[in-house]
């Protein structure tokens, strides 16, 4: 038998760490002793656990380790992290660190430095002149960038249930069409006027990202949506071609995908109007351009110029036109999104699978988010890749932005 002995610190009850790490051991194969154990007494005061775990091999000691890593669990003897020179541009060293969207930590010369600003699926790059880590994404790294490999020297601080008593609160990802969801609308409405109201004294702080697909407009969430952007509740817009589009068809047209919105039926040759939406705006050389113009005076692009929200529009390869607004280099979209992310504190990912779960892999686990689509499969996939802080709600888009919008005051 080996055996290595790691602690836990924190409000490692309330939050269920404590049981996870234990569960995790036996599930495993191994076992382990609670050599110590200290319980805070009141609320705010943490608690501390040293945990024995004995295993039959080293590997499966190490599997161990490494399972329970991500629960904060942190080997007693502490060490540096250990690093190694990226060998080429683009290219990791084979025994790199793959990072998760919870805060973390490496120990370096005997002391502990932040990683800022964490993200599921990257590497932690080291500069030691002057001394700072971050994590990177695998394409941008240069040849010689010391890149930390192994586990030694890491530590990574679980999300622990946080104060406000909501939805959020339970950090569940469950997801059910069978499931109540009027509580969670108006969770997520008082959360969204919370962060209105702290911007109306720094307006530089919080902000809600709402990434977002075309069956907003196809579904009749427009003019809800638009009103919410209006009174200064989203400040980020990840979306593709397609939502601006059908949006900005809509206010030229009065169809989206050629399909009347009032009358609900086609119209004779409405299934041009998205693609003479996007050649006009193409003339006019930017969303930006056709707002200040008048040439687009509703709707979400209408509403997002108007409160100066920072647009992201993300390409595919099934695009028509595309805007002239769209990044159709998806590694350059990529970084646009990810340089968005610093300061959001609320994330609606709505009816758009391919964006939801983009942007679930660039937030860190401490931003609340919701994820809704008419397809269970959509907030599963999510919460199947790594974003357990999401909650997912299974019904239409125009239902949960209509909903969203009386909850936070709209009368339409």
Known sequence: MVNQTVTLQGHIIDSLILAKVLDT??????????????????????????????????????????????????????????VMPAPADGILPEEFYATS???????????????????????????????????????SVIKGDL??????????????????????GFMEALVSSERPYRHVIADVAKRMQAIKERRTHNPIAPKVLLAGGPAIVHAGGREA?????????????????????????????????????????????????????????????????????????EGIMAACVDQQVHMVLAGTIRDDGPLPDVITDSTKAQEAMRAAIPGVELALLVASTLHAVATGNLLPASAPTVCVDINPAVPTKLSDRGSFQAVGLVMDSSSFLGELARELGWKG
């Open 25 to 82: 051991i036996l599930m495993v194969g191994g076992t382990f002793t609670l050599t110590e154990f200290t319980v805070g007494t009141k609320r705010e005061d943490l608690s501390h656990a040293t945990i024995r775990i004995e295993a039959s091999t080293p590997g499966l000691l190490q599997e161990i380790l490494t399972a329970i890593q991500p629960h904060g669990a942190v080997v007693e003897v502490e060490q540096d992290c250990t």
């Open 101 to 139: 969207h919870l805060a973390t930590q490496i120990r370096w010369e005997g002391n502990w430095i932040d990683v800022p600003q964490p993200e599921m699926d990257l590497a932690i790059r080291v500069k030691t002149s002057p001394l700072s880590a971050n994590m990177v994404p695998m394409a």
């Open 147 to 168: 890149v930390v490999t192994g586990r030694k020297g890491i530590r990574v601080f679980p999300l622990e249930r946080p104060a406000e008593r909501d939805v959020f």
């Open 225 to 297: 949506l638009a009103w919410i952007i209006q009174e200064g509740y989203i400040h980020v817009l990840f979306c593709g071609n397609a939502l601006a589009a059908h949006d900005m068809e809509a206010n030229l047209y009065g169809t989206s995908l050629g399909y009347n919105l009032g009358a609900g039926r086609s119209v004779p040759h409405g299934h041009e109007h998205h693609l003479r939406t996007i050649n006009r705006i193409r003339a006019i050389g930017s969303i930006h351009k056709a707002v200040e113009q008048g040439i687009i005076t």
